[in-house]
């Protein structure tokens, strides 16, 4: 129902991702995936990659196909169903590409951007330290100007894609007396440069990702691999989590749907007392409930896709969309597993993994207690900038006493 939100090449793409999710993708790699018998995300990719499915929003020119942010939201939506471990592996192009795309010069772009919407290149991010995780300006690792190149030392944790990427995206403090605005650099660093991976995580979900911590010592990398200015990570920082907090959204909605048409159907078919559950008030308003939240998530997302399409200011909207989308996927499996009841708790069917996978989506590219840090601030903000105010209800109580409005 809510096609009337695409245009017909968004559709068409919608239709061309859901046929690749579908008809190419086995069912062996995904369960694979979730047992770590399979600790990458790389041939997932490199068949995205085939079909001209990466970086969609980047030019042309660059592998990309120069669609916008609904189109995006829409293919991984349909890539979402198949569970975090691909999601993830499926976005990182998008979200280390964003940083290239802006930031990065031609010959960046060539030399990455472009191999990595081909599915050629292997990419991860490497943001989060062992110290902490959404304290971005608290980062230790260290890059020191050294002739022409940087010299890195640090460590990063939880990089999904440690185990064998070919490149990270890593923030280091270039400025360490600098102002925390200020004190940060961004870097393209290759594996190849002396990048180490370390203690490849044991899991609860979204597993066989290669989900470990870097290393890097005295890692030399050239100064033409800086993205954006010296000591201005900020700025890529800043735009990063739009891809990062947009795509968790978006895929929590392919999680939730996935949940809500396993259940849905199940509830057709098992009977109880005579009559399929779907007949039982219990079960049809939890199905009922779910459809309403997830289509309230898909919604908002998809209102916050297209207010970055429109360059506005989305830094509200944009964490909203990741912190109910996220939420209404949770919500959404817990009642597909209540409907499913015990069944719905073992591997028999897939529930239980989606579960286990939307617990992290909670935790990553910023707690959701981080999204209300955000969602609140910019809130006030806007209300302070307002250049029409609306009508002040305050004055229509029916009892106005301002000697009992004391605030001190």
């Not at 897939?350 to 579960?355: C, T």
Request: hydrophobic fraction near 40%.
């Amino acid at each position: 129902m809510f096609d009337f939100l695409l245009n017909e090449e968004e559709k068409a793409l919608q239709n061309e991702v859901r046929e690749f999710v579908k008809s190419d993708v086995p069912s062996k790699m995904v369960r694979d995936m979730d047992l770590s018998l399979m600790e990458t995300g790389r041939p997932f990719i490199e068949m995205a990659g085939k079909k001209n499915l990466l970086g969609l929003r980047f030019p042309k020119e660059y592998g990309g196909r120069g669609l916008n942010w609904v189109a995006d939201v829409a293919a991984i939506e349909e890539v979402g169903v198949l569970g975090n471990s691909i999601t993830c592996a499926y976005v990182m192009p998008s979200i280390v590409g964003e940083a290239i795309n802006i930031f990065g010069t031609k010959e960046q772009k060539e030399r990455y951007l472009k191999p990595t919407n081909e599915g050629k290149l292997y990419s991860a991010e490497a943001l989060t330290e062992p110290r902490g995780g959404s304290d971005f300006f608290g980062a230790t690792t260290q890059a020191v100007k050294d002739g022409d190149s940087f010299i890195l030392n640090g460590e990063k944790r939880f990089v999904v894609g440690a185990k064998d990427s070919d490149y990270f995206l890593v923030y280091a403090k270039s400025a360490p007396d600098a102002p925390p605005h200020e004190s940060l650099s961004c870097f393209i660093v290759e594996r190849a440069m002396g990048v180490k991976d370390q203690t490849i995580y044991s899991l609860l979900g979204t597993r066989g990702g290669g989900t470990g911590r870097l290393v890097f010592k005295d890692v030399r990398v050239p100064k033409e691999n800086l993205v954006g200015e010296l000591h201005n990570a900020f700025a890529v920082f800043n735009r990063m989590m739009i891809p990062e907090r947009l795509t968790s959204g978006a895929g929590g909605l392919g999680l939730g749907r996935a949940a809500l048409e396993l259940a849905t159907r199940y509830s057709t078919r098992r009977k109880a007392f005579g009559r399929t559950i779907d007949k039982f008030q219990a079960v049809n308003f939890m199905v009922a409930d779910s459809i309403s939240t997830l289509d309230a998530a898909r919604a908002l997302v998809y209102a916050a896709a297209r207010s970055v399409d429109s360059g506005a200011d989305s830094r509200r909207i944009v964490s909203e969309a990741k912190k109910i989308g996220t939420e209404a996927a949770w919500e959404v499996i817990n009642n597909a597993m209540q409907i499913m009841g015990g069944i719905g708790y073992t591997s028999i069917y897939p529930i239980e993994r989606f579960l286990r996978d939307c617990r992290l989506t909670m935790i990553w590219t910023g707690t959701n207690e981080v999204m209300n840090l955000l969602i609140q601030h910019e809130y006030y903000k806007e209300l302070k900038k307002r250049k029409i105010e609306p009508r002040d209800v305050e004055e229509d109580a029916i009892t106005p006493d301002d000697e009992e409005k004391v605030y001190e």
